[in-house]
């Protein structure tokens, strides 16, 4: 079976509900109404509709669970209490 790209595969989809889950219909009017695009077979139809049911195309996306949590007043309080004697300019630097 030829990978369809996303849109190609959703066009294929939409028009198969469009005639009504009829996949001898739905390769005949996606052929007429995308002449320019590949023409899926009703069994390849059949197939896509099969794969996409079982693994739709949304995938969720891992989102980066690492957060900063270091507060900088906290950081500026620590740094003063382990060198009194530093400024606050240079404590904004090294934060």
Avoid: W
Avoid at 8 to 15: A, H, P, S, W
Avoid at 45 to 53: G, K, P, Q, S
């Amino acid at each position: 079976m030829a990978n369809y790209t996303p849109t190609e595969v959703v066009d294929i989809l939409i028009t198969f509900g469009e005639c009504g889950r009829n996949y001898r219909l739905t390769a005949r009017t996606y052929a007429e109404r995308f002449p320019n695009c590949r023409h899926p077979t009703d069994q390849q139809i059949i197939n896509i509709e099969r794969r996409f049911r079982n693994n739709p195309l949304h995938r969720e996306k891992r989102r980066n669970r690492f957060h900063n949590n270091n507060d900088p007043r906290l950081l500026a309080v620590l740094a003063m209490v382990q060198n009194p004697h530093i400024s606050t300019r240079q404590i904004e630097r090294e934060l």
